[in-house]
């Protein structure tokens, strides 16, 4: 899905990765993966991944999650967040290269 939209969809945008998967790597091992390619398209990829391993056993069928899940998640919707106000001012401030 990524390589329908051209490369100047992502240029200088902030970007996270978000997996789940029903054991303890398989989520972690396609994040790794997506990475190099966020940052080929020009996404900016925030450092932290979130990854729910073991999803069945972490996040019920009504969608609600263990605590130690949700602070991993907010942790790294914090950074997003950041990021994305600081190239907002910077796309403000200097345009964005071509």
Known sequence: MLDHFGCSMYS??????CTYSPGP??????AMALLPLLTELGCLPV????????ARNTITADGECE????ARF????????W???AMRR???MFGVPK
């Open 12 to 17: 200088y945008k902030p970007s996270a990765i």
């Open 25 to 30: 790597w398989g989520g972690r091992h396609c």
């Open 47 to 54: 450092p932290n991944v979130f990854s729910a391993a073991d």
């Open 67 to 70: 605590d130690r899940v949700l």
């Open 74 to 81: 907010g942790k790294m919707a914090v950074q997003l967040e």
């Open 83 to 85: 990021h994305a106000h």
């Open 90 to 92: 910077q796309r403000q």
